[in-house]
């Protein structure tokens, strides 16, 4: 009982270990791994990440796969930087955030509308808005980059604004904060709001969330509406890390964030995840990304080690998944038998 329960419910503890053994694995191949600045960098490049993968394990936990998350908050960061940099109005912080997140949530709420009322697959509809957003926002909105000079005041500004800053170390950035508060707000929707229990009804056997009342198509269509505000919340955040606005990032990150969610212990099935095994696969993810390096491996097979992680990930689903199914077989053998 005591191993089950340090395991957690989603294999929190297993995840623990692994990061541990890795942690333990790079310090002994590279003394330069055990330094401030790795840890300062780690937390760093960690945070986008991990509000992108909040918003993909509220799909993931409803039954769904979103892979149109990048393009979303790229395309919301990017209008709402480029319309304050033409308009030479600085809204604030405040307002930089609710113009993307607006955006973004209206973006989400086309797919959810798509994936509910019609009941198409989500990986083909989440495809398909990936493709049409990059192209209106490169035909349309702007395929220039825009550098820190042209960024309003108040991003550039927050850009510069760290927690923790050691000389020759590095430094903990500001944004540190606002992503713990989301990370927090989540886990607090997902555990203790009829709307996040719906969400986990509707993953584990839709049939079943309608016969018992939950208003699947409502549900569904919000819960797009929030991945697509989180995703704009993202893109945010990455600008105010890289002051600066580029069109053509951020897409092509969709393997590391959905790797990172499914090591989490999120199952791909739908019905299961938690958001502290999100972060500690968001963590795991960025170690092996950011410090192959540091232990002698080319950054080249940094893509290779990723999908290495999820397609392990994936399989111990599947085998539990299979042992589950057969449990009740050999349950009924054994009685028939008795």
């Not at 991003?155 to 903990?172: F, M, Q, R």
Request: zero cysteines; proline letters at 4%.
């Amino acid at each position: 009982m005591d191993l089950l329960r340090l395991r957690g419910p989603n294999n929190e503890g297993v995840l623990v270990a692994v990061i541990l053994v890795v942690v333990i694995a790079m310090s002994i191949a590279s003394p330069a791994f055990f330094t401030p600045g790795t840890f300062f960098g780690l937390v760093r490049s960690s945070l986008v990440p991990l509000i992108f993968a909040l918003g993909v394990l509220i799909v993931m936990i409803s039954g769904g796969i979103d892979v149109s998350f990048p393009a979303i908050a790229i395309f919301a960061a990017y209008t709402t930087v480029q319309w304050s940099t033409q308009a030479g109005f600085d809204p604030t912080l405040v307002g930089v955030f609710a113009v993307a997140i607006v955006i973004g949530a209206l973006w989400g709420l086309v797919n959810g509308i798509v994936i509910a009322r019609f009941r198409l697959p989500t990986l083909i509809v989440t495809l398909g808005t990936q493709g049409i957003i990059k192209g209106i926002l490169l035909t349309y909105i702007g395929s220039a980059y825009i550098s820190a000079a042209k960024l309003p005041a108040s991003v550039t500004d927050a850009g510069d604004t760290h927690l923790v800053d050691i000389p020759g170390a590095g430094y903990l950035h500001g944004m540190l904060i606002p992503v713990v508060v989301v990370a927090i707000l989540v886990w607090w929707m997902l555990k203790y709001t009829t709307f996040g229990r719906s969400i986990f009804a509707i993953g584990g056997d839709i049939e079943a969330a309608r016969r018992v009342g939950i208003k699947v198509v409502r549900t569904q269509v919000l819960l797009y509406v929030l991945v697509g505000a989180l995703a704009a919340f993202g893109g945010m955040i990455s600008v105010i890390l890289g002051k600066n606005a580029n069109p053509q990032s951020l897409v092509g990150t969709e393997l590391d964030i959905i790797a990172a969610v499914v090591l989490g212990g999120a199952s791909i099935f739908g019905g299961r995840g938690s958001v502290l095994g999100t972060v500690l696969g968001v963590l795991l993810v960025q170690l092996i990304n950011n410090n192959l390096v540091l232990i002698g491996v080319p950054s080249t097979w940094q893509r290779a080690a990723v999908g290495v992680l999820l397609i392990v990930g994936v399989s111990i689903q599947a085998i539990a998944a299979m042992r589950t199914r057969r449990r009740p077989v050999l349950l009924e053998e054994e009685v028939s038998r008795a």
